[in-house]
T-cell receptor, first 113, second 117 residues
Framework: AQSVTQPDIHITVSEGASLELRCNYS??????LFWYVQSPGQGLQLLLKYFSGDTLVQGIKGFEAEFKRSQSSFNLRKPSVHWSDAAEYFCAVDLWGNTPLVFGKGTRLSVIA | ETGVTQTPRHLVMGMTNKKSLKCEQH?????MYWYKQSAKKPLELMFV???????ENNSVPSRFSPECPNSSHLFLHLHTLQPEDSALYLC????????????????FGPGTRLTVL
């Protein structure tokens, strides 16, 4: 079945440390790819998206993500995490570019001092 | 108001009540969505409206009834809910085209936290 997998349910990092959140998809074609962030009690905010072209995309709040076709992955990275980055992160795909998004289960990020 | 707004932000209701959730988008989009977000479960797409017509209904129980009177407004009418329907209900909107790939970036509202007693 087509799906989006975020293998890490919960990650804890120290403030200032680097971060990588994993996302894999199981579609035959290359879908449109998104990362969203959700702070407690809030809706989802788009961090970045990949449609085509350069496989390294830059987003808001210092985040970036790299699309790797060979690995069917779209991992989210940040070189130095801030305490305000603590939130839930969702990877999502749009298979045809005009269809409802399919979301992963999310990864909860905790940041410690 | 900008973006996508939802009211109320919090709602507590009994199983015999009838209530409605409201969503409004100020982005000029032509597609709107209802999602259900429960603890420990992925986001569940409930309804999709494109150009004010329902295009997808993912086998949602009939106790949830959507209404989209125009491209800016979306409602979710609730009746005879069950405690397991307690969740965060998120509304989103996007711009849909009739063809071609443009990428379906969705903008979300803050959600309505629903508790069914």
């Amino acid at each position: 079945a087509q799906s989006v997998t975020q293998p890490d349910i919960h990650i804890t990092v120290s403030e200032g440390a680097s971060l990588e959140l994993r996302c894999n998809y199981s579609y035959g074609a290359t879908p449109y790819l998104f990362w969203y962030v959700q702070s407690p009690g809030q809706g989802l905010q788009l961090l970045l998206k990949y449609f085509s072209g350069d496989t390294l995309v830059q987003g808001i709040k210092g985040f970036e993500a790299e699309f790797k076709r060979s690995q069917s992955s779209f991992n989210l990275r940040k070189p130095s995490v801030h305490w305000s980055d603590a939130a839930e992160y969702f990877c999502a795909v749009d298979l045809w570019g005009n269809t409802p998004l399919v979301f992963g289960k999310g990864t909860r990020l905790s940041v410690i001092a | 108001e900008t973006g996508v707004t939802q009211t109320p932000r919090h709602l507590v209701m009994g199983m015999t009540n009838k209530k409605s959730l409201k969503c409004e988008q100020h982005l000029g989009h032509n597609a709107m969505y209802w999602y259900k977000q429960s603890a420990k479960k992925p986001l569940e797409l409930m309804f999709v409206y494109s150009l004010e017509e329902r295009v997808e209904n993912n086998s949602v129980p009939s106790r949830f009834s959507p209404e989209c009177p125009n491209s800016s407004h979306l409602f979710l009418h609730l009746h005879t809910l069950q405690p397991e329907d307690s969740a965060l209900y998120l509304c989103a909107s996007s711009h849909q085209t009739s063809g071609g790939r443009v990428g379906n970036e969705q903008f979300f509202g803050p959600g309505t936290r629903l508790t069914v007693l």
